[in-house]
């Protein structure tokens, strides 16, 4: 198992977090405290993607928790909210939702970022779908 210093592990964090191309503005990657001289800290396994139901048990979209499972971690609202929207179709938003699970590694089903791309859809683009 490879070993992270504390500023290599900040880096990868910053990495990850600029990956889909925007941030979140009010938080911050903080390293954790740095380990004694001569120790190296371990980074921990992250969890599993989270799928869902083929209906969401709570009412909401099927696409929601999967969202705010994966998304969030990245970027809030705001992005899909703003003025100056990047995505200008159903394709676009699709693809932009791809290339966040490929830059992120969540490794997320076919159906499920297609339920990401529709809730996304759904809830702030309303774009026609193809």
């Not at 992250?46 to 971690?73: F, M, Q, R, Y």
């Not at 899909?80 to 290339?99: E, G, I, N, P, W």
């Amino acid at each position: 198992m490879k070993v992270l210093t504390p500023l290599t592990l900040a880096a990868v964090t910053a990495l990850m977090l600029t990956a889909c191309g925007e941030t979140k503005t009010d938080t911050a990657a903080k390293p954790e405290a740095a380990a004694p001289a001569g120790q190296e800290q371990k980074i921990a396994p992250s969890a599993p993607p989270l799928a869902t139901a083929p209906v969401a048990a709570n009412g909401e979209h099927p696409g929601k928790a999967i969202h705010d499972a994966n998304c969030i971690s990245c970027h809030d609202s705001g992005v899909y909210t703003r003025a100056d929207h990047k995505m200008t179709d159903f394709a676009m938003l699709s693809a932009q939702v791809r290339r966040c699970d490929a830059n992120l590694g969540t490794k997320l089903f076919d159906e499920d970022m297609d339920k990401v791309a529709e809730f996304l859809n759904d809830t702030y683009y309303k774009f026609p779908k193809p």
